[in-house]
């Protein structure tokens, strides 16, 4: 079971530090990837870390803002989030599967999932 946390409102260009706790299974046999689904809008992937944690993948619109770790001994997974814009409106979604694919991973990589946390971009 996959949980997150962290999520709320913050002003464009602020900060966000999500996590994903997971119980039940261990972090470290899994890559670890955030997804987000903005309302009306397909769920779209937007950062990757691998099992061992050493190659991350991030999408073209958050490379740079958002940097993804895990720590396998906390057992939880992090995106560090800074220069918030309104585009970044989304539920998102931490996941864990059996790879990033060297950054094409897909939904149906991921076998756990969250139930997602809000983040709203707004003054």
């Known amino acids: ?3 997150e946390s ?3 409102l913050v002003q464009p260009g602020g900060s966000l530090t ?3 706790e997971a119980s039940g299974d261990k972090l470290e046999w899994y890559a670890i ?3 987000r689904q903005a309302p009306g809008k397909d769920r779209e ?3 990757c870390i691998s099992m061992a944690g050493g190659n991350t993948f991030y999408r073209d619109s958050v490379n740079g803002r958002f940097k993804i770790s ?3 001994r906390r057992n939880r997974g992090s995106p560090a989030m800074t220069g918030l814009n309104t585009g970044d409106t ?3 979604f931490c996941a864990a599967g059996g790879g990033c694919y060297e950054g094409r991973y897909q939904h149906a990589d991921f076998s756990a ?3 997602g946390t809000q983040v709203t971009v707004s003054s």
Request: one cysteine or more; glycine letters at 20%; charged letters at 10%.
């Open 45 to 47: 992937g937007i950062a």
């Open 33 to 35: 990837a955030w997804f």
């Open 90 to 92: 989304a539920v998102y």
């Open 1 to 3: 079971q996959l949980a």
């Open 113 to 115: 999932w969250g139930h």
């Open 6 to 8: 962290g999520g709320g």
């Open 70 to 72: 895990k720590d396998d």
């Open 18 to 20: 999500l996590t994903c």
